[in-house]
């Protein structure tokens, strides 16, 4: 096999983890508000534990990208797809933090019901789990329209953050009782917004897979 042909297969087995380490943190996600809608106290603190397989398969695709860093000479494109595939799988783990985190928090809050909070949870959570998916899906297909699709949504997620934020503190004047709930909701909405944030990175990368820019400056 010639080493173009070498290396691009290489490429393609890196483009799948990256695709299988997507998946898993979608299936995380999935997974922990399923926990969360059924009470299932024992699902949610196994959850704990879900981003160690997320770490590995960070420092998996990392050695796989600095591999083909140093044992080939790629041309730019090549190079905009690894030196991409770095930092999408570091926005993955971090997605995969937060979920944790989250987990911990849901278990410390007893199992809380969100929309009790706020009616605009579940959109919440509904639409931040659309723009990552969609987000992983452009980088992994090299979509920048979808991409720049996943960019764009995140101004929902953060009104949506905006109302919640407002019905937590008309929720604390009016009956400060459950303060403690309130600020744990507040920090539940939080990680929320952080994934979404973490969602446009992922499209912004797709973006420079591209074209070697991200937000319109030029890097390769």
């Given at each position: ?67 083909l860093l140093t044992r080939q000479t790629p041309v730019a494109r ?143």
């Amino acid at each position: 096999m010639s080493p173009r042909k070498l290396f691009e297969q290489e490429l393609e087995e890196l483009r799948q983890d990256v695709l299988q380490m997507a998946e898993w943190v979608q299936d995380g996600y999935d997974c922990l508000f399923a926990a969360l809608e059924k009470k299932d106290g024992d699902q949610m603190r196994r959850y704990v534990r879900h981003d160690r397989t997320i770490e590995d398969m960070q420092r998996n695709i990392e050695s796989q990208c600095l591999s083909l860093l140093t044992r080939q000479t790629p041309v730019a494109r090549d190079l905009r797809t690894v030196s991409a595939a770095l930092k999408v799988v570091t926005d993955l783990e971090r997605i995969g933090n937060h979920l944790s985190d989250m987990a911990e928090l849901f278990v410390r809050m007893d199992l809380p019901e969100l929309s009790r909070y706020s009616p605009a949870f579940p959109d919440m959570v509904r639409e931040t789990r659309t723009l990552i998916g969609k987000a992983a899906r452009a980088f992994v297909e090299r979509n920048m329209a979808m991409g720049q699709e996943a960019i764009d949504a995140d101004d929902g997620i953060d009104d949506f953050f905006n109302r919640i934020k407002e019905d937590l503190v008309k929720e604390l004047k009016k009956d400060g009782s459950d303060a403690d709930g309130c600020v744990d909701a507040l920090m539940t909405a939080k990680y929320l917004e952080k994934i979404g944030d973490h969602g446009v990175n992922i499209g912004q990368w797709e973006i420079f897979q591209e074209t070697g820019e991200i937000d319109e400056i030029r890097l390769l």
